[in-house]
C-alpha cells in the first residue's frame, strides 16, 4: 500500500477519537512506587525541552473534540509473520459524553453469535465493558490487553488511556515520516503497572503543525519498543478529515493487524442508548445506507 503524505491530510478538522480533558492527581505514595518502573527520557536535543511548554501542548491537544458523533464499518487484516492473513470485519460508533469519548466496537466472530461487542470510555475516568453472546461486563484493567477476534487490536488501542495518564515527560521534537512531532514519554499509573509490569511507558508523538496524533509506542526494558500503533492514512469525507488506516505491530512477534475504513457517517447525533453498557447485550442499528460513503480498500 501507498502512503500518502500526511501533509496533504492534516487538517484542524481531523476526525479524532481522543479528545479529552484535565488529568487525574496520583497520591504521592503512587507516584513513589509508579517512579521505579520508569524508563529515563530520551531528550532529543541538547538540554532539557522546555516541560512548560510541553505541558501546554499536550494539554492543547487534550482539549480537542470530535465534531458530532461517527460511525465507521472497518476490515481488521490480521497479517502474520507466519501463517495466512485473515480478515475480521467490525463497526464502530464514535462520540462524546461529558466530553470524554466513548466508543463502542462490533468485531465479527465465527458465526453471528459469536460478535463480540465492547465499550470504552476514555477521560479522566477511564473504565470498560465486554459482551459476547451475553450479558456485559466490566474489564479490568489487564483484561484491556486481551486481544479482539485473535487480532493484534485490543481495548487498550481503542481506549488510548495513556492520553490521560497525568505523569510524563515532553523529550522535544523528532521528524516522522518526513514530518516534525512532538514527542512525549507517558508513565503509566499504578493500576496499569500491577497488571503490565513489563509496560514501562508509552512514547507519543503528535503532528507539530495541526497537533495530530500520528503514533504510538509502548516501551518495555531497557527502552524496547513492544508494540507500535501508526496511523498511516487519513480521508477526507466533505470537510471533515477522518483516520482510515491505522497499523498494529507486535515487535517481539513481528505480527501486525491494519485496520482500515471501508465505509464511514461523519457528524451524526446517535441516541443515548448507543453508548450504554447493557446496549452491548444485543446489536444496535447502524446508520442508513444513504448516510455512508464508501471507502475503498
Known amino acids: 500500500m501507498n502512503v500518502r503524505p500526511a501533509s496533504r491530510f492534516f487538517n484542524r478538522q481531523t476526525v479524532s477519537a481522543v479528545c479529552l480533558l484535565c488529568c487525574l492527581a496520583l497520591p504521592a505514595e503512587s507516584l513513589a512506587q509508579s517512579r521505579l518502573n520508569r524508563p529515563a527520557p530520551r531528550y532529543l536535543q541538547l538540554g532539557?525541552?522546555?516541560?512548560?511548554?510541553?505541558?501546554?501542548?499536550?494539554?492543547?491537544?487534550?482539549?480537542?473534540?470530535?465534531?458530532?458523533?461517527?460511525?465507521?464499518?472497518?476490515?481488521?487484516?490480521?497479517?502474520?509473520?507466519?501463517?495466512?492473513?485473515?480478515?475480521?470485519?467490525?463497526?464502530?460508533?464514535?462520540?462524546?459524553?461529558?466530553?470524554?469519548?466513548?466508543?463502542?466496537?462490533?468485531?465479527?466472530?465465527?458465526?453471528?453469535?459469536?460478535?463480540?461487542?465492547?465499550?470504552?470510555?476514555?477521560?479522566?475516568?477511564?473504565?470498560?465493558?465486554?459482551?459476547?453472546?451475553?450479558?456485559?461486563?466490566?474489564?479490568?484493567?489487564?483484561?484491556?490487553?486481551?486481544?479482539?477476534?485473535?487480532?493484534?487490536?485490543?481495548?487498550?488501542?481503542?481506549?488510548?488511556?495513556?492520553?490521560?495518564?497525568?505523569?510524563?515527560?515532553?523529550?522535544?521534537?523528532?521528524?516522522?515520516?518526513?514530518?516534525?512531532?512532538?514527542?512525549?514519554?507517558?508513565?503509566?499509573?499504578?493500576?496499569?503497572t500491577r497488571q503490565r509490569p513489563d509496560l514501562r511507558g508509552v512514547r507519543v508523538y503528535l503532528d507539530a503543525q495541526f497537533g495530530a496524533l500520528v503514533q504510538a509506542a509502548q516501551i518495555g526494558g531497557d527502552d524496547r519498543t513492544l508494540k507500535t500503533l501508526s496511523i498511516l492514512e487519513l480521508k477526507k469525507i466533505g470537510e471533515r478529515w477522518m483516520v482510515k488506516t491505522i497499523d498494529l505491530r507486535d515487535e517481539s512477534t513481528r505480527d501486525k493487524t491494519r485496520f482500515s475504513v471501508t465505509a464511514a457517517a461523519l457528524g451524526q447525533k446517535f441516541p443515548e442508548g448507543v453508548f450504554a453498557p447493557a446496549s452491548l447485550a444485543g446489536p444496535v442499528a447502524p446508520p442508513s445506507d444513504d448516510l455512508l460513503t464508501r471507502i475503498e480498500d
Open 48 to 192: 532539557e525541552p522546555d516541560q512548560a511548554e510541553g505541558a501546554k501542548i499536550l494539554e492543547e491537544f487534550r482539549q480537542k473534540q470530535v465534531d458530532g458523533d461517527y460511525y465507521l464499518q472497518f476490515v481488521l487484516r490480521v497479517m502474520p509473520r507466519r501463517g495466512d492473513e485473515r480478515r475480521v470485519g467490525g463497526r464502530l460508533w464514535g462520540g462524546l459524553n461529558h466530553d470524554a469519548p466513548i466508543t463502542r466496537v462490533e468485531v465479527a466472530g465465527a458465526t453471528p453469535a459469536d460478535v463480540e461487542r465492547i465499550l470504552v470510555q476514555g477521560g479522566p475516568n477511564p473504565r470498560a465493558w465486554r459482551a459476547t453472546g451475553g450479558a456485559p461486563t466490566v474489564i479490568d484493567p489487564g483484561a484491556l490487553f486481551e486481544p479482539l477476534a485473535g487480532t493484534d487490536l485490543t481495548m487498550f488501542e481503542v481506549q488510548l488511556p495513556f492520553l490521560y495518564w497525568p505523569e510524563f515527560v515532553f523529550e522535544g521534537v523528532e521528524r516522522l515520516r518526513g514530518r516534525p512531532a512532538h514527542v512525549f514519554l507517558m508513565y503509566p499509573p499504578e493500576n496499569i
